[in-house]
């Protein structure tokens, strides 16, 4: 199994930056898809960016264009660039691993593990 911690959430306001950091731990070479998924109060768990292992980029169409996700393969850490934040990115966010790429990208039962999360709060 692969163990996941996020860090880098925090408070911002709008138009402002973050970048998420998530780090894998564990037997990380069988986990080919990495995604960041967030949750609002009240919300279903959204997939918002996922990177393969070939380096393939899948994102949300509410953060295309602001987003970036990444992976360090030395470091087996995966990363999220938050650029011009809006309120309604305000969520918690989490990092998940799947062995295989999944049918849907942003389905959130196609993975296997998942992170603690880490809180994102955008104010206007």
């Known amino acids: 199994a692969v163990q996941l911690v996020e860090s880098g959430g925090g408070s911002v306001q709008a138009g402002g930056s973050l970048t998420l950091s998530c780090a894998a731990s564990?037997?990380?070479?069988?986990?080919?898809?990495m995604t960041w998924f967030r949750q609002a109060p009240g919300q279903e768990r959204e997939g918002v960016a996922s990177i393969s292992i070939g380096g393939t980029t899948n994102y949300a169409g509410s953060v295309k264009g602001r987003f970036t996700i990444a992976k360090d393969y030395t470091k087996s850490i995966l990363y999220l660039q938050m650029n011009s934040l809006d309120p309604e990115d305000t969520a918690i966010y989490y990092c998940?691993?799947?062995?295989?790429?999944?049918?849907?990208?942003?389905?959130?039962?196609?993975?296997?593990?998942w992170g603690q999360g880490t809180q994102v709060t955008v104010s206007s």
């Open positions: 998940a691993a799947a062995r295989f790429s999944p049918f849907n990208w942003n389905s959130p039962h196609a993975y296997n593990s």
């Open positions: 564990g037997v990380t070479g069988s986990y080919d898809y």
